[in-house]
């Protein structure tokens, strides 16, 4: 029999709110995170608005060793560790892992660095700077934070990056790796440099004056992608664990799918898509109507909202236009690599919740993405199983498969 994949925490941080409660009702309301950067000087840069974690939720001291995108994966885990009631004294120690995706890992420390040396003309830089700037940084503080001395890893594929962190996590928990793990992913990309490079690629929405509607996926008049930053971190453990705790199951991951677009760096393709939506249904041993909403990668760039749209077209014919399709990016932005991680989080928590994500910021449909995309307005409701996409650079995909309480 094959094991079982409970979550039994859940913990989020973004620019929609820090914590689970306050960013699963933002998303009931449609609020936009997207807000005029404060957290830099952008004054020199062509976009000034991102979605960026208010200083009143990061706080000033808190985990304050750590590069940005560290401190939001320990904050995160910080959450999912209460409600899991982490740590357990039924879980040993080395049997808990520590899985957590980053697309760039410590910006923030990099970026000063290299400021103070170029900029500056200074010899030295801080003494913490490699250590800060690792991409394993988040994995290890969780997991040094936590006491996790069981498997321990960092996923970096781009935007995929946490969603492969959990989809690994999940795997290692069922091939009897670990009985828990701590799986997410974070970023913190606001910083001069990386917006500077985004700006190059010409992919970027500018919408400085009215920075909520910046983000339109799926719309005719969509402009391009939103940069943001943060974490969303799950605990993930054997059925036999959670219930051997007395935990409550919030919903099991029971599907992966990975696939290669093994083509352009950064046009994606429908097909590798539908195949790594189709590989997770196959994993979670269902049927593709048993899907009962999809969160799209939903990017608002040109090229991803088609290539989706006809992905899941592919894969699901004339059952695609009923299913309720949404991209939570229009209300909290493109945070890299924790995308996958904070949308997973958000729809298992809207769909538990008893209503279905909405894709605001949708006024004028675009012909060519003519699918259910819950336009503007959360709809009550709920489905048994939910597929979330995330598709990287590099052609990069990762799609979970997750069954909600319903579907229990």
């Known amino acids: 029999m094959t094991t079982r994949v409970a979550i039994t925490g859940i913990g989020i941080i973004s620019c929609v709110g820090r914590g689970r409660d306050a960013a699963t009702e933002a998303v009931r309301s449609g609020k936009s995170g997207i807000r005029p950067i404060t957290n830099i000087d952008a004054s020199a840069l062509q976009c000034r608005m991102a979605g960026e974690v208010l200083a009143s939720d990061l706080g000033d001291s808190e985990f304050k060793q750590h590069d ?3 401190r939001f994966a320990l904050i995160a885990a910080s959450e999912a560790a209460e409600q899991a009631g982490v740590p357990a004294s039924s879980v040993p120690d080395h049997r808990v892992g520590t899985l957590i995706g980053t697309g760039l890992g410590g910006c923030e420390t990099l970026d000063a660095a290299y400021k103070r040396i170029y900029a500056g003309n200074q010899a030295r830089v801080v003494p913490m700077t490699i250590p800060n700037t690792m991409y394993n940084a988040a994995t290890s503080a969780v997991a040094t934070h936590f006491r996790a001395r069981g498997p321990s890893l960092t996923t970096v594929s781009a935007c995929s990056s946490s969603a492969h962190a ?4 999940a795997h290692w928990i069922r091939n009897g790796l670990a009985d828990m793990m701590f799986a997410g992913g974070a970023d913190a990309p606001l910083c001069f440099g990386v917006i500077r490079a985004w700006e190059s690629m010409r992919v ?6 009215q920075p909520t509607r910046a983000c339109r996926p799926f719309s005719a008049d969509r402009r391009g992608l939103v940069l943001a930053e943060g974490a969303a971190v799950l605990v993930l453990e054997s059925f036999e664990s959670a219930e051997s705790r007395s935990r409550e199951i919030l919903g099991e991951i029971c599907g992966f799918g990975l696939t290669s677009d093994a083509g352009h760096i950064t046009d994606p393709s429908p097909d590798g898509a539908a195949r790594a939506m189709e590989m997770a249904i196959h994993d979670a041993g269902i049927t593709p109507s048993s899907v009962g909403y999809i969160n799209a990668h939903g990017t608002a760039t040109k090229a991803n909202d088609v290539a989706e749209t006809e992905a899941i077209k592919r894969l699901f014919g004339d059952q695609a236009s009923a299913i309720p399709v949404s991209s939570t990016k229009s209300m909290h932005g493109h ?19 008893d209503f279905i994500p909405p894709t605001i910021n949708l006024e004028k449909p675009d012909p060519l993405c003519d699918l259910d995309y819950v336009p503007n307005v959360a709809r009550t409701g709920t489905a048994r199983f939910f597929l979330s996409n995330s598709f990287g650079f590099g052609g990069m995909n ?5 069954r909600t309480r319903a579907g229990m």
């Not at 990762?398 to 997750?402: E, G, L, R, S």
């Open 204 to 209: 970027l929405a500018v919408d400085n004056e």
């Open 166 to 169: 959990i989809g690994q996590a």
């Open 398 to 402: 990762a799609v979970i498969a997750v």
């Open 335 to 353: 945070a890299m690599g924790a995308s996958g991680a904070i949308e997973i989080a958000l729809s298992l928590e809207a769909l538990n919740r």
């Open 68 to 70: 940005r995108f560290t």
